[in-house]
């Protein structure tokens, strides 16, 4: 079993910048960040793959979020810049091995993080 341990929300004003990071108790393969708004689904934002040579994003993300990882330090990590107000969520870290799965879809992931929140105000 995979313990996943989020932190770096909090409270920002649009445009500002946060980063997430996800601490895991053991070495991961692929891994990614989610996030859920309240009465909204639980939607992809970013993906790594296991040595990071591959990532992907939503598109409501892409150029202002980066995924990376630190595999010595079991830590992957989202740098969320000019944040919007639509970016309020509580995010999630997963990981598991999705090969031939979706990245960005939330059952291809078998391990979760209890959430940290984010919240951005105009």
């Known amino acids: 079993q995979v313990q996943l341990v989020e932190s770096g929300g909090g409270s920002v004003q649009t445009g500002e910048s946060l980063r997430l990071s996800c601490e895991t108790s053991?070495?991961?393969?692929?891994m990614a960040w989610f996030r859920q708004a309240p009465g909204k689904e639980r939607e992809g934002v970013a993906y790594?793959?296991?040595?990071?040579?591959?990532?992907d994003y939503a598109d409501s993300v892409k150029g202002r979020f980066t995924i990376s990882r630190d595999n010595a330090r079991n830590t992957a990590y989202l740098q969320m810049n000019t944040l919007k107000p639509e970016d309020t969520a509580m995010y999630y870290c997963?990981?598991?091995?999705?090969?031939?799965?979706?990245?960005?879809?939330?059952?291809?992931?078998?391990?979760w993080g209890q959430g940290t929140q984010v919240s951005v105000s105009s």
């Open positions: 997963a990981a598991g091995r999705i090969t031939g799965y979706p990245r960005l879809k939330s059952t291809s992931y078998n391990f």
């Open positions: 053991t070495y991961t393969d692929d």
């Open positions: 790594i793959s296991t040595y990071g040579a591959t990532t």
